[in-house]
């Protein structure tokens, strides 16, 4: 019965204080708190929604407190520095360094583990060069009415709606004061993005917040009217995120302030739907034409889409009215299953979509087997913190990154992961005023902007230590990765990479090519016959 020791502790306690309160009255208090425990302790007796509680009254709270801070516990207590769950403590340490500029060196050696499996590397040159400036840029939609000019590191897709007023406010004024674009996310345009005039990728999602008509079907003149913004430099069209592609979502109405509304287009206090697919196009050649009209509509600003790569005939079909119709749209951002979001089935967030470095390389591959990859730049998302992060993905064919956790972090984030309860500690991801009024807007701004500065200026080192001059000049054999404790392999060396044009030539010796490419469609999304007849040995 020692289950029941707590309750029958708590009734002797509360018998033993009120005889002793009735000859020291301070003992009332004693027995106001034993009484506060007999009541919770019968409460569970009594209840029958949890077992647990019947058969353990007053101790489970015990256990149900202990799991309640568990992730915390475990975070500062029992995690190594390099555990990566999803960001270790070692890279949460170099962001928030660098956005304090204090000093990021370490002592003593690598906390790495330079001979296991996966661990990768730079490979430096004996004749270093000298580079002036860190201020590496890419010029996107360069046969463009508007070509921008962009930073090779940028703030990731993330809406106003899941970050905090203020949070959107310290990001952009650091995009401003570091140059670099601020992707407002699907949830549009709001107040907060405009304050700073930091520059803008409007994001599309399925919903057109910002420029749907009542109906919630896209509006060209809504766009048109966003679009204009001198603060955009880019449109892009949101085809999937990385944390959870394929799968639409709602802000219930009670989340839906006015200011939310306002942003969106959408009635506040009402449930806003964000569909599982776009209702503007069904197919690869009608997402082309709906991207080239969202370029002719901004005023020729650069225009593309972002996508997580799923089933390969789809991002295929893709490509091939690309080829067919030469429609391009300037510019791909290719998000991985890594990527982060506020909250996302567990299911969606393990185990859908595509790692992003395999996707990247798809996606890359395809257009230079096309012969289009130097008239389409590539961006490229997903746990991207440092400089060697950002090395390493332009090497496997990204021309820059964005980051959306790293910059959370800069703007004083702890990775509490309480992103979906609204209740950040430090408020960043949260509507609750009372946690996000507190958040100081000049001090995280020069954060973002220090950390975004820093973090480039690592890459700056890492480059010269290559003896190269430019990101771009990055490719797969400058990445080592040990395969086996005895066995290293360069990128270019364990990955096919194919060649300028091989795709216009014959079908290539690679695997995912070889099943899918000569089926894929421009006219559908479908999936190849091969594909249906398989599940079709399956039907009802």
Request: glycine content about 10%.
């Amino acid at each position: 019965m020692s289950r029941y020791l707590a309750y029958w502790g708590s009734i002797a306690l509360l018998v033993a204080s009120l005889l002793l309160a009735l000859r020291w009255p301070g003992w009332a208090w004693v027995a106001a708190a034993a009484a506060v425990l007999v009541a919770v302790g019968t409460r569970d007796l009594l209840q029958r929604q949890s077992t647990l509680r019947r058969n353990y009254p007053l101790l489970a709270h015990f256990r149900y407190g202990l799991e309640s801070i568990g992730p915390e516990m475990r975070q500062y207590f029992i995690e190594g520095d390099t555990a990566e769950v999803p960001f270790s403590r070692q890279q949460r340490a170099l962001v928030y360094q660098r956005a304090k500029s204090v000093s990021d060196v370490r002592p003593f050696g690598s906390q790495q583990g330079v001979y296991d499996v996966d661990y990768e590397w730079l490979n430096h040159s004996m004749a270093p060069s000298a580079i002036e400036s860190h201020d590496f840029r890419i010029v996107v939609g360069a046969e463009s009415a508007q070509p921008y000019d962009a930073s090779v590191f940028n703030i990731s897709a993330m809406s106003f709606g899941s970050l905090s007023p203020n949070a959107i406010r310290a990001l952009n004024a650091g995009a401003k004061a570091g140059g670099f674009y601020h992707d407002t996310g699907e949830g549009s345009i709001s107040s907060y993005h405009r304050e700073h005039g930091g520059d803008l990728v409007w994001e599309i999602g399925s919903g057109y917040f910002g420029c749907r008509d009542a109906n919630g079907r896209f509006s060209e003149e809504a766009f048109a009217a966003n679009a204009a913004s001198p603060q955009v430099k880019m449109v892009e069209l949101k085809l999937s995120q990385g944390a959870k592609p394929g799968k639409g979502g709602m802000l219930p109405g009670a989340k839906v302030t006015a200011e939310i509304a306002a942003a969106r287009g959408v009635p506040a206090g009402v449930d806003c739907i964000s569909p599982a697919r776009h209702s503007a196009f069904s197919t690869p050649t009608g997402l082309l034409r709906f991207v080239a009209r969202m370029r002719e509509l901004s005023g020729g600003k650069p225009a593309g889409f972002k996508l997580a790569i799923g089933h390969p005939w789809e991002w295929f079909g893709i490509a091939r009215a690309m080829l067919e119709t030469g429609v391009l749209p300037d510019f791909i951002v290719v998000d991985g299953a890594e990527g982060g979001t506020g909250a996302a089935p567990a299911e969606f967030i393990d185990h859908v979509g595509l790692p992003m470095h395999e996707a990247l390389m798809l996606v890359h591959n395809t257009l230079v087997g096309l012969n289009l990859r130097e008239r389409v730049r590539l961006g490229a998302a997903g746990r991207i913190t440092s400089a060697f992060d950002i090395a390493r993905t332009i090497a496997m064919g990204a021309d820059w990154c964005n980051s959306g956790r790293g910059f959370m972090f800069a703007t004083g984030c702890i990775q509490a992961q309480s992103c979906h309860n609204d209740r950040c500690p430090t408020g960043v991801a949260t509507q609750d005023p009372s946690r996000w009024k507190h958040l100081d807007v000049a001090d995280k701004g020069e954060r973002v902007q220090r950390y975004h500065g820093n973090t480039l200026r690592a890459l700056r080192d890492l480059l010269a230590a290559a003896g190269l001059e430019h990101p771009q000049q990055l490719g797969p054999e400058h990445i080592l990765r040990r395969v086996t404790p005895t066995e290293i392999r360069s990128l270019a060396a364990l990955y096919r990479f194919l060649e300028p044009g091989e795709l216009l030539h014959g079908e290539p010796e690679h695997a995912v090519f070889k099943a899918f490419w000569a089926n894929a469609r421009s006219d559908s999304f479908a999936p190849p016959e091969r594909i249906r007849r398989l599940r079709d040995t399956k039907s009802l």
